[in-house]
C-alpha cells in the first residue's frame, strides 16, 4: 500500500529488528569488548580533521538544500530522503577518498550508479510496502537468507543450498517487482505525482552537486599527504616551500601528475632550484611522449608508449614507463592471479629499454601451485599469443603455442627479434613450483 507517514513500514520493521539486535548484543558477555570497540570509534569521529570534515560537509550540503528550495525541487516531505542520501552517500565518502584517488574513474561512476535501472527498480519496490506484520516477517527472513548466500560465497562453496537460497532470492525480487509494476498501472495517479518525482530526482541531484565538494577535499587531501613526502627527498626547508608553491602552480587540481613527480624525485636532484625546475621538465616531457607516441623503427625495438598497454583488456596493464635506478627504463603489470587457493599462480608483464624505445617485453608466469598447472598454462599461452601478434606483426606459430603449453623451454631468431622460452625451477622444491617465461627481445640490443 501507499503510505504517506514519515517512514512506511519496511522501515518501520528494520528499525524495530535493529533495536531488537541491539538489545540482544547488549547482555551478551561479550558487551565489554564492544563498549571498548565503541569507544575506540568515538575516538575516531572525534578527530579533529573528521570533525571539520564534516563541518564543511554539512555547511555544503545546506546550501545543497537551499539551492533546490529556491528552484522548488525540495520540501519537507523530503527530509527522510536527504537524511538517508547523507548517511549513505555523504557522510560514507569520508572513508571512500583512498579509492576515489586510486579510481579515476570513481566520481563519474557515483553519478551514473544512480541512473541505473536498478535504482528505478528499488525506489518503485520501495514506494509499495506490505503490512507492518508482513514486514516484520519478511525481513529477517530475507536477511537470514544473504547471510548463509553471503558466508556460502565467502568459503567458494558452489552448493545446492547456495543456489537454491539464491533462487529463493530471486524469486521474492521479482515477486516485489511484480507487485509494485501491478500497484503503479493499477493506480497510477498514486504515483505519478510531484512528491514520488522529488523522491527520485532529489538523491540524483544531490550526488551530482556534492561532487565539487567531493573533488575539492580529494584535491586536499591528496596535497597534504604529498606536502608531508616532499619532506623526505627535499632537507632544505626553503626549497621545500619552492616546490610546495611550485607544484601547486603547475599540477593545481592534477593530482595524479602530482603523485607521479612526487614518486620520481628520489632520483632527482632536489639539491638546488635547478634540479627542483628540471624535474618537473621531465615529467611534463614524459606525458606528451606517452600522449603522442612516436613511431620506432622495427630493426630497434617498439615504442614504450604503446606496447605497454597491449595486455592492459587482458588484466596486464602496466604502470608509467619511466627511468629506473640504474640506466634502463621500464614498465610492468601487477600480478594476474590465476586459480582459487593459497598462494596462487599468477603472470605479469614487464618492458625494458631505452627512454624512447622498448628493447625486451617479458611474460612470466609463477606457477606455485600444481593445481594451476594447466589453467596457468593456457592463460600464458593466450597472452603470449597476443603478444606476439603486436610485437612481431606477425601470426603465432604452432611451435610457440606448444612450447608454452608444454613449459618446454626453446629460442629462435625471427626477423629482428630473439624469441625466448625460459624454464627456472624454483630453488625451494616444497611446492614444485617454477617461473616459465616468454621473453621477446631485439637483436641488437
Given at each position: 500500500m501507499v503510505e504517506?507517514?514519515?517512514?512506511?513500514?519496511?522501515?518501520?520493521?528494520?528499525?524495530?529488528?535493529?533495536?531488537?539486535?541491539?538489545?540482544?548484543?547488549?547482555?551478551?558477555?561479550?558487551?565489554?569488548?564492544?563498549?571498548?570497540?565503541?569507544?575506540?570509534?568515538?575516538?575516531?569521529?572525534?578527530n579533529s580533521k573528521l570533525q571539520?570534515?564534516?563541518a564543511l560537509?554539512?555547511?555544503?550540503?545546506?546550501?545543497?538544500?537551499?539551492?533546490?528550495?529556491?528552484?522548488n525541487l525540495w520540501d519537507f516531505s523530503q527530509i527522510k530522503n536527504t537524511f538517508i542520501w547523507f548517511v549513505s552517500v555523504a557522510f560514507l565518502s569520508q572513508f571512500q577518498m583512498n579509492?576515489?584517488?586510486?579510481?579515476?574513474?570513481?566520481?563519474?561512476r557515483?553519478?551514473?550508479?544512480?541512473?541505473?535501472?536498478i535504482a528505478l527498480v528499488q525506489f518503485v519496490v520501495d514506494f509499495y510496502t506490505f503490512s507492518l506484520i508482513t514486514e516484520l516477517i519478511i525481513i529477517p527472513v530475507m536477511v537470514f537468507i544473504g547471510v548463509i548466500v553471503v558466508f556460502y560465497e565467502h568459503r567458494n562453496k558452489d552448493s545446492k543450498v547456495k543456489n537454491f537460497l539464491e533462487g529463493v532470492l530471486s524469486l521474492f525480487g521479482l515477486a516485489l517487482l511484480s507487485y509494485a509494476i501491478f500497484k503503479v498501472t493499477s493506480l497510477p495517479n498514486e504515483f505519478l505525482n510531484k512528491n514520488t518525482g522529488l523522491d527520485f530526482v532529489v538523491p540524483i541531484l544531490l550526488t551530482i552537486l556534492f561532487i565539487p565538494f567531493l573533488f575539492f577535499m580529494v584535491v586536499t587531501s591528496s596535497y597534504e599527504n604529498f606536502f608531508i613526502t616532499l619532506g623526505t627527498y627535499i632537507k632544505n626547508k626553503r626549497k621545500r616551500v619552492?616546490?610546495?608553491?611550485?607544484?601547486?602552480?603547475?599540477?593545481?587540481?592534477?593530482?595524479?601528475?602530482?603523485q607521479r613527480w612526487i614518486n620520481s624525485l628520489y632520483q632527482e636532484n632536489t639539491d638546488s632550484y635547478k634540479g627542483l625546475i628540471l624535474s618537473l621538465k621531465k615529467i611534463f616531457k614524459m606525458r606528451?611522449?606517452?600522449?603522442?607516441?612516436?613511431?620506432?623503427?622495427?630493426?630497434k625495438g617498439w615504442s614504450p608508449y604503446i606496447i605497454k598497454d597491449v595486455l592492459r583488456n587482458q588484466g596486464l596493464g602496466t604502470g608509467y614507463y619511466k627511468e629506473s635506478s640504474y640506466e634502463d627504463w621500464y614498465s610492468c603489470s601487477d600480478y594476474l592471479e590465476i586459480g582459487n587457493g593459497f598462494l596462487n599462480s599468477n603472470i605479469s608483464y614487464y618492458i625494458t629499454g631505452k627512454e624512447t624505445t622498448a628493447k625486451r617485453l617479458k611474460l612470466a608466469l609463477n606457477v606455485n601451485r600444481l593445481e594451476d598447472l594447466q589453467e596457468a598454462h593456457e592463460v600464458l599461452c593466450k597472452l603470449g599469443k597476443i603478444l606476439f601478434w603486436y610485437a612481431l606483426k606477425r601470426k603465432p606459430p604452432i611451435w610457440l603455442e606448444k612450447s608454452l603449453l608444454s613449459g618446454k623451454g626453446m629460442e629462435r631468431n625471427i626477423?629482428?627479434?630473439?624469441?625466448?622460452?625460459?624454464?627456472?625451477?624454483?630453488l625451494n622444491k616444497t611446492f614444485n613450483g617454477y617461473e616459465l617465461s616468454l621473453i621477446l627481445s631485439v637483436l641488437d640490443s
Open positions: 504517506n507517514q514519515i517512514l512506511n513500514n519496511r522501515e518501520i520493521s528494520i528499525i524495530v529488528w535493529g533495536f531488537i539486535i541491539v538489545l540482544i548484543l547488549l547482555v551478551q558477555p561479550q558487551t565489554k569488548k564492544m563498549k571498548t570497540s565503541f569507544k575506540n570509534l568515538l575516538k575516531i569521529f572525534l571539520i570534515f564534516l560537509m554539512l555547511l555544503y550540503n545546506l546550501a545543497i538544500v537551499y539551492l533546490l528550495v529556491k528552484v579509492a576515489i584517488k586510486k579510481d579515476g574513474n570513481y566520481l563519474k557515483i553519478v551514473f550508479d544512480n541512473f541505473k535501472f619552492f616546490a610546495k608553491i611550485i607544484a601547486v602552480i603547475v599540477f593545481n587540481v592534477r593530482i595524479n601528475l602530482f606528451r611522449a606517452e600522449r603522442n607516441p612516436k613511431l620506432v623503427n622495427p630493426r626477423d629482428f627479434y630473439r624469441v625466448s622460452i625460459i624454464k627456472e625451477d624454483y
